[in-house]
Every structure is written in structure tokens, then in C-alpha cells.
């Protein structure tokens, strides 16, 4: 069965202060891996789709990486507007299999 | 373009009852998926209808059921509720088999 675990599970950052999500897999014949960012209440927003590795998206301060078994999200010089639940997740059998996610919080 | 709309956004029932939920994809989308995200088990997977088959279902019991319309549009029921089914209930669409795209979805609270 498809794995996927996301690290740290909560990541405080100062403003400015540039950090990386780690998302792990295990899925026999990756089809994708997506990044999205929920908000408190919200469903969650699409940010990127990964699909072989070596793989970079980038999106404002956000750049998502892919190798054979992990994927990062680095955000770069965080602004409080980033807080957010950033969760991964990958494809199989017409279903999403979700990380547990990494909630980010930015103080100005 | 419009993104995925659910309604209602809130409902507030008690054990025992049965609920509704619909869905309405983006325009063009085939594919609707249903997830249950709860702060103890995360995202997960309920069902996924494309041209109103069912291809996948989740691990959850048969008290939930769902079904997709011809124009795309699906609905989810809960029947019999119990409180372990409060949860913000997700609707995603998709052109068939990549990236899905998520609706504001709808707070379920069993009292």
C-alpha cells in the first residue's frame, strides 16, 4: 500500500527565515507527486505537480523538488501571509494518498 | 472559470440521521473524488466517480455512498450517523486521472 510521510509535523519560522518540508513515498510506479497548501477550514489549494525525479517547480517562494524517493518544498524568505497545512500526496487507482502534512507557521 | 463548489458549506445533524452533500465540478471535469479529513486521521479517501462509475472506493462503510450525475455533479450520503462523522468532507475534481482540484468543503457536525 502507497506511503507517504511528511516531515516535521509543525515548523516555526521568523520571517525571512528560509526552510525545507520533507515529503517521503513509497508507491510501486510513481504517477506524480503533488504539492498543495491548505488554510484553517479551507479545502486544500493545488500548487505543483512532480513527476520525475530531478524535477524543480517554483511558485512565488516556494520551490518543490522530486528524487526517487522523497520530495522537498523549500520556501524561501517566508512572509506570514505562508502560514499554511503544506501536504503532499500521490496518485494510484484514481485516488490521492495524503501525507499527514506540515503545518507552517511565520511570525512577522 | 469557476472552481468546484459544495453545498451546504456547514450542517449540523444528530446521530442517527442520514445526510446529503453535493458537489459540482469545474466545467469540463469528468472525474469527481470525495475525501474525509479529520485532525486525527488526516485526508482520506472515500470514493471516485468518472462518467458516473464508480471506480474506487475507500475504506469506510457501506453507510456511505455516493453517485455522480451525467453532467458531472456528484453526491455523497452518510446514512445512520454516529459522532465519529463530524469531519470537513472534500470534494476534488479532475480531468480523469491527474491533478485534482479541491472545493471549500462542507463541515459536518454529528451531535
Known amino acids: 500500500e502507497d506511503q507517504v510521510t511528511q516531515s516535521p509535523e509543525a515548523l516555526r519560522l521568523q520571517e525571512g527565515e528560509s526552510s525545507s518540508l520533507n515529503c517521503s513515498y513509497t508507491v510501486s510506479g510513481l504517477r506524480g507527486l503533488f504539492w498543495y497548501r491548505q488554510d484553517p477550514g479551507k479545502g486544500p489549494e493545488f500548487l505543483f505537480t512532480?513527476?520525475?525525479a530531478g524535477e524543480e517547480k517554483e511558485k512565488e517562494r516556494l520551490k518543490a523538488t522530486l528524487t526517487k524517493k522523497e520530495s522537498f518544498l523549500h520556501i524561501t524568505a517566508p512572509k506570514p501571509e505562508d502560514s499554511a497545512t503544506y501536504l503532499c500526496a500521490v496518485p494510484n487507482d484514481y485516488k490521492l494518498s495524503f501525507g499527514a502534512g506540515t503545518t507552517v507557521t511565520v511570525r512577522a | 472559470k469557476a472552481g468546484v463548489t459544495q453545498t451546504p458549506r456547514y450542517l449540523i445533524k444528530t446521530r442517527g440521521q442520514q445526510v446529503t452533500l453535493s458537489c459540482s465540478p469545474i466545467s469540463g471535469h469528468r472525474s469527481v473524488s470525495w475525501y474525509q479529513q479529520t485532525p486525527g486521521q488526516g485526508l482520506q479517501f472515500l470514493f471516485e466517480y468518472f462518467s458516473e462509475t464508480q471506480r474506487n472506493k475507500g475504506n469506510f462503510p457501506g453507510r456511505f455512498s455516493g453517485r455522480q450525475f451525467s453532467n458531472s455533479r456528484s453526491e455523497m450520503n452518510v446514512s445512520t450517523l454516529e459522532l465519529g462523522d463530524s469531519a470537513l468532507y472534500l470534494c476534488?475534481?479532475?480531468?480523469?486521472?491527474?491533478?485534482?482540484?479541491f472545493g471549500p468543503g462542507t463541515r459536518l457536525t454529528v451531535l
Open positions: 512532480l513527476y520525475s
Open positions: 476534488a475534481s479532475s480531468w480523469g486521472n491527474n491533478e485534482q482540484f
